[in-house]
């Protein structure tokens, strides 16, 4: 049996639900439930924002998954994906300081996703989408946003294109070039691929060439879907066409969320002097790291734990929660996300720069607060902040 297994097997559930409160004789009872729920009930009635005030709803996030992209698993299923989705709860708790509960839903219909996330939200302060597949993650997303008065955030989007922004501010930092210049490849045309693209154009990137299974995105390819329509529309500006080989060359900065080892070294040495390569798949990345240094990489990261620069999604959704839940923000938009970005890449100071280290290691004490005050304050710049 493995570590993990035994740690699952022994502890049965890596949460559980504590009271705040003590109810140890009547009065405690008669405080904490009937009669005296009833005074905030009535105060709920006339006045729904003090369901933030007189619950723990304030700081209470749903994480929620159909199980139909756990990990590199693939559909397994809701409840395969229960594992996941506690190990979620305890990051946000322990990262955080926020209580999250993990809610796997028996469907893989849009409709019924949206409108039972929907009826729930009333319960919470936030909701975390998880391990959703593409394209069905975009409009679930998209449609939630739309209806729901609480900060919905699928985190395979946009926590992973949030951390990628602070590694690729950090790379241009050590490598003098400038955002408007860069020439950037994406392997991986999903959910992830798809958001990290969208978040660097709004940063200032220009040129980002997306490939996938069968190619390089391109505007004016009737075979794409609606999706990658859209996002053709919106990248590939030289409107190439062939392979992930093809767009490589001359590239300054790759970014793999696609497949291990389809990546080679001469792939590497083709692109840009001081080539930054971000191969996050895991467990075995699009090229090995060794081999990426070798070819003649300047910056690599990676998804692993086991490598420098290891590009994690809990360096940014902890403290994007935890200041969004703070101001009690409507959504988490766009310039909240680029304020989440530049917090973690400042986290690195100029004497500690260097390519085996652009972004701070997970277990730094000081990212979860940055983070969270960054958002908040562009939460409130931008006019998502309720108090």
């Given at each position: 049996m493995t570590d993990a297994m035994q740690l699952h097997t022994q502890v049965r559930g890596k949460i559980e639900m504590t009271a705040r409160v003590p109810v140890k004789n009547a009065r405690d009872m008669a405080l904490a439930y009937t009669p005296g729920v009833a005074e905030p009930c009535l105060e709920i009635q006339k006045d729904y924002a003090k369901s933030f005030e007189l619950t723990r709803r304030w700081n209470t996030v749903a994480v929620i998954t159909d199980g139909t992209a756990v990990l590199g698993l693939g559909d397994i299923g809701p409840e395969a994906g229960m594992p996941v989705m506690e190990g979620k709860c305890v990051l946000f708790k322990e990262f955080g300081g926020i209580d999250a509960i993990p809610l796997c839903l028996r469907t893989k219909d849009v409709d019924e996703l949206v409108r039972t996330i929907y009826l729930m939200s009333g319960s919470f302060g936030g909701i975390n989408l998880e391990d959703i597949s593409a394209p069905r993650c975009f409009e679930v997303e998209r449609r939630l946003k739309e209806i729901c008065d609480i900060p919905v955030f699928h985190d395979d989007q946009h926590g992973t294109a949030v951390v990628v922004g602070a590694a690729v501010l950090n790379a241009v930092r050590l490598t003098g070039r400038a955002l408007e210049d860069l020439r950037v490849v994406i392997s991986g045309a999903g959910s992830a691929g798809c958001a990290i693209a969208r978040h660097l154009l709004k940063m200032g990137v220009r040129d980002i060439v997306l490939s996938d299974k069968c190619g390089l995105l391109c505007a004016g390819d009737d075979t794409l879907s609606p999706a990658h329509r859209d996002m053709a529309a919106l990248t590939n500006p030289r409107r190439?066409?062939?392979?992930?080989?093809?767009?490589?060359?001359?590239?300054?900065?790759?970014?793999?969320?696609?497949?291990?080892?389809?990546?080679?070294?001469?792939?590497?040495?083709?692109?840009?002097?001081?080539?930054?390569?971000?191969?996050?798949?895991?467990?075995?990345?699009?090229?090995?790291?060794?081999?990426?240094?070798a070819a003649g990489a300047y910056i690599i990261g990676t998804g692993r734990s086991d490598f420098p620069n290891q590009i994690n999604n809990v360096l940014a959704f902890p403290g994007?929660?935890?200041?969004?839940?703070?101001?009690?923000?409507?959504?988490?938009?766009?310039?909240?996300?680029?304020?989440a970005s530049r917090a973690i890449a400042a986290l690195v100071d100029d004497s500690e720069l260097c390519p085996e280290y652009i972004l701070p290691r997970a277990f730094d004490p000081r990212i979860g607060p940055a983070v969270a005050k960054a958002v908040a304050e562009e939460a409130r710049k931008t006019g998502e902040a309720r108090i």
């Amino acid at each position: 049996m493995t570590d993990a297994m035994q740690l699952h097997t022994q502890v049965r559930g890596k949460i559980e639900m504590t009271a705040r409160v003590p109810v140890k004789n009547a009065r405690d009872m008669a405080l904490a439930y009937t009669p005296g729920v009833a005074e905030p009930c009535l105060e709920i009635q006339k006045d729904y924002a003090k369901s933030f005030e007189l619950t723990r709803r304030w700081n209470t996030v749903a994480v929620i998954t159909d199980g139909t992209a756990v990990l590199g698993l693939g559909d397994i299923g809701p409840e395969a994906g229960m594992p996941v989705m506690e190990g979620k709860c305890v990051l946000f708790k322990e990262f955080g300081g926020i209580d999250a509960i993990p809610l796997c839903l028996r469907t893989k219909d849009v409709d019924e996703l949206v409108r039972t996330i929907y009826l729930m939200s009333g319960s919470f302060g936030g909701i975390n989408l998880e391990d959703i597949s593409a394209p069905r993650c975009f409009e679930v997303e998209r449609r939630l946003k739309e209806i729901c008065d609480i900060p919905v955030f699928h985190d395979d989007q946009h926590g992973t294109a949030v951390v990628v922004g602070a590694a690729v501010l950090n790379a241009v930092r050590l490598t003098g070039r400038a955002l408007e210049d860069l020439r950037v490849v994406i392997s991986g045309a999903g959910s992830a691929g798809c958001a990290i693209a969208r978040h660097l154009l709004k940063m200032g990137v220009r040129d980002i060439v997306l490939s996938d299974k069968c190619g390089l995105l391109c505007a004016g390819d009737d075979t794409l879907s609606p999706a990658h329509r859209d996002m053709a529309a919106l990248t590939n500006p030289r409107r190439l066409t062939g392979s992930l080989a093809d767009a490589m060359v001359g590239a300054d900065v790759f970014i793999g969320v696609s497949a291990g080892g389809i990546v080679s070294e001469e792939m590497v040495r083709s692109m840009a002097d001081r080539p930054v390569v971000f191969a996050m798949a895991n467990p075995v990345p699009e090229i090995a790291p060794d081999l990426a240094r070798a070819a003649g990489a300047y910056i690599i990261g990676t998804g692993r734990s086991d490598f420098p620069n290891q590009i994690n999604n809990v360096l940014a959704f902890p403290g994007i929660f935890r200041g969004a839940l703070d101001v009690r923000a409507a959504q988490i938009n766009d310039e909240m996300q680029m304020a989440a970005s530049r917090a973690i890449a400042a986290l690195v100071d100029d004497s500690e720069l260097c390519p085996e280290y652009i972004l701070p290691r997970a277990f730094d004490p000081r990212i979860g607060p940055a983070v969270a005050k960054a958002v908040a304050e562009e939460a409130r710049k931008t006019g998502e902040a309720r108090i």
